[in-house]
């Protein structure tokens, strides 16, 4: 119970009308304050602590899980507040807005159920660090592979720089919500476990890595790594839970930019006909135990 809990009042935090600078990791490029690794030496944040939440949750014994006791949790959503008053001082703007957050998740704790010695909370021991690296800059200077004919070159050239603002259309704020799940490598440290189950992980900075060194020899290889974060999701989480809604959601917005692509006699065409359908988009499988 007290696992279904903490989920529940995750989620009625994020919709607090003052939460919306706690959601997501702190960029310390796309805010301007390089300094912040400087002061805050343990990041924490909504996202962070929803993904340790999914797997504690997904946990089958392996005493492997995040979050070993609710304490853990708990301990966690208050850093994200004391980090802001750290790093911003009781007086600014936004640690006045994590004083009204923190009101509010504090009066919902008084409705904690009782301690459930077999749920995925259940007590136990120690230590998590839950710090997840930050959103990379976005850049679109991705350089060109050569090709011999000018034409399709000019074309190919295009399309790259395209998938460059793809990506960048990605990680607007209006989408973190849901993207979040999408920015990072999952570590072991984010989710025990996790690599056993997936055996070719991607994130979209690796892609964005991969795009600026020049990596992808075409918009359909770009598009193979992205199918292969939507298809990572959907083999390790369950159907029905938050991740698969939310590349759902990704995959959605992503759709209908892929189809804006620059076309030409070497196009990329529609999903579903990437070449090697087999590599880029296997089919997806019930989420094996860990």
Excluded at 74 to 87: E, K, M, P, R, S
Aim: net charge positive; charged share 25%.
């Amino acid at each position: 119970m007290q696992y279904k809990f903490a989920c529940n009042t995750m989620r009625g935090l994020k919709k607090h009308k003052n939460a919306n600078p706690f959601l997501v990791p702190v960029d310390p490029v796309a805010l301007g304050i390089p300094h912040y690794a400087n002061i805050v030496k343990k990041p924490m944040d909504f996202a962070t602590i929803e993904r340790k939440l999914f797997a504690t949750g997904l946990d089958e014994g392996t005493g492997t899980r995040p979050y070993r006791t609710v304490d853990e949790w708990i301990a966690d959503v208050h850093l994200v507040f004391q980090n802001c008053y750290l790093f911003n001082g009781d007086a600014h703007p936004v640690s006045k807005m994590a004083q009204t957050v923190e009101m509010a998740f504090n009066k919902l704790l008084k409705k904690m159920p009782s301690a459930d010695d077999t749920g995925p909370l259940a007590a136990n021991s120690p230590d998590d660090d839950g710090s997840q690296a930050a959103t990379p800059a976005l850049r679109n200077n991705a350089p060109l592979p050569p090709d011999s004919n000018s034409a399709t070159s000019e074309l190919l050239a295009q399309q790259l720089r395209y998938c460059g603002k793809i990506l960048d259309h990605l990680y607007k704020p209006e989408y973190a919500s849901f993207a979040w799940f999408f920015y990072n490598p999952v570590s072991e440290q984010d989710i025990p476990g996790y690599h056993k189950v997936i055996t070719k992980p991607m994130s979209m900075a690796v892609m964005r890595e991969k795009l600026d060194a020049g990596k992808y020899p075409d918009p359909q290889a770009f598009r193979a790594d992205f199918d292969q974060i939507i298809w990572n999701c959907n083999k390790f989480n369950p159907v029905g839970s938050v991740a698969q809604a939310c590349a759902k959601q990704l995959k959605d917005v992503f759709e209908k930019r892929w189809k804006l692509m620059p076309k030409g006699s070497k196009a990329p065409v529609a999903s579903g006909s990437v070449k090697n359908p087999k590599a880029a988009r296997p089919s997806i499988e019930p989420r094996k135990s860990l």
